[in-house]
């Protein structure tokens, strides 16, 4: 069994910044990408930043230049750390990787970018 938890989410002022982690656990063979996604109230779930395992990177738009995607320091756990936040980034932000050939999703971790 394999597990995907994410974790860093909280209410932070324009302008902000936050760290998201995301930690994979299990019977782990291969990772191939782990990523975050984010879906907004009233909006699909899009790619906000993903890592694959050759080190690769790719960003949406809206976030290029202010979130970084890299390994973390635990094996099997990728951060996410965004700054220069901004309201429309408010959002619950969904751990994802593609382990062992198989999709899984974290549970959301709400982000709230308000003054």
């Known amino acids: 069994q394999v597990q995907l938890v994410g974790s860093g989410g909280g209410l932070v002022q324009p302008g902000g910044s936050l760290r998201l982690s995301c930690a994979a656990s299990?019977?782990?063979?291969?990772?191939?990408?782990m990523a975050w996604y984010r879906q907004a109230p009233g909006k699909e779930r899009e790619l906000v930043a993903a890592l694959n395992d050759g080190g690769s990177t790719n960003y949406a738009d809206s976030v290029k230049g202010r979130f970084t995607i890299s390994r973390g320091n635990a094996k099997n756990t990728v951060t996410l750390q965004m700054n220069s936040l901004k309201f429309e980034d408010t959002a619950v932000y969904y751990c994802y990787a593609w382990i062992n050939s198989v999709n899984y999703w974290g549970k959301g971790t709400l982000v709230t970018v308000s003054s």
């Open positions: 299990g019977s782990i063979f291969s990772i191939n990408t």
